[in-house]
T-cell receptor, first 113, second 123 residues
Framework: DAKTTQPNSMESNEEEPVHLPCNHSTISGTDYIHWYRQLPSQGPEYVIHGLTSNVNNRMASLAIAEDRKSSTLILHRATLRDAAVYYCILRPPFSGNTGKLIFGQGTTLQVKP | EAGVTQFPSHSVIEKGQTVTLRCDPISGHDNLYWYRRVMGKEIKFLLHFVKESKQDESGMPNNRFLAERTGGTYSTLKVQPAELEDSGVYFC?????????????????????FGPGTRLTVL
């Protein structure tokens, strides 16, 4: 299983942008990059995903390096509610195998008022 | 639309007892997953159901754990007998059926929706 590396923790001020990095130097050509987050006392929730191109949705943006060996989750204006553990997860395309998510330690984001 | 629900939210039992955790997935979701996080460790996959069939149970730690999904709706995870190291938070997630073939997309996968978890404490 392809491995991702993330900083253990990061801090941000409220209403400022946050860039959460993820290294995945062993990514295969068909692996998708997914991000999930886990708010305190809740189960993980999907944030965003991408393959090669940068992606935007209502929650965040995902910037993917040209060589795909790293990616960055961007929260444009952090709120206190964004304090969570963020997980960068590689997923191979579906081929009849299990769709299990492989979680690493993730990045714990603290947002200061 | 109701999300994934899990029952109970907390369970405290003694070593050697039996505990059954329940997960109700989002209606219509064929895929159901069990994960757990034990103290200080990462969230780990346990098993994956597609409807009532076990697609992947490679993460089940040992034969003290038994998962069922009769009728392809809700699922139960029984731990018998419970040991101290079974303490942790057990998450259930569900997702819609992959339709890679029909949609003609090689990279299709599922977005998993997680329940709030069941915190199990074994004393």
């Amino acid at each position: 299983d392809a491995k991702t590396t993330q900083p253990n923790s990061m801090e941000s001020n409220e209403e400022e942008p946050v860039h959460l990095p993820c290294n995945h130097s062993t990514i295969s050509g068909t692996d998708y990059i997914h991000w999930y987050r886990q708010l305190p006392s809740q189960g993980p929730e999907y944030v965003i995903h991408g393959l090669t191109s940068n992606v935007n949705n209502r929650m965040a943006s995902l910037a993917i390096a040209e060589d795909r060996k790293s990616s960055t989750l961007i929260l444009h204006r952090a709120t206190l509610r964004d304090a969570a553990v963020y997980y960068c997860i590689l997923r191979p395309p579906f081929s009849g195998n299990t769709g299990k998510l492989i979680f690493g330690q993730g990045t714990t984001l603290q947002v200061k008022p | 639309e109701a999300g994934v629900t899990q029952f109970p939210s907390h369970s405290v039992i003694e070593k050697g007892q039996t505990v059954t955790l329940r997960c109700d997935p989002i209606s219509g979701h064929d895929n159901l997953y069990w994960y757990r996080r034990v103290m200080g460790k990462e969230i780990k996959f346990l098993l994956h159901f597609v409807k009532e069939s076990k697609q992947d149970e490679s993460g089940m730690p040992n034969n003290r754990f038994l998962a069922e999904r009769t009728g392809g709706t809700y699922s139960t995870l029984k731990v018998q007998p419970a040991e101290l190291e079974d303490s942790g938070v057990y998450f259930c997630a569900s997702s819609q059926t992959w339709e890679a073939g029909r949609l003609g997309l090689a990279g299709i996968w599922d977005t998993q929706y997680f329940g709030p978890g069941t915190r199990l404490t074994v004393l």
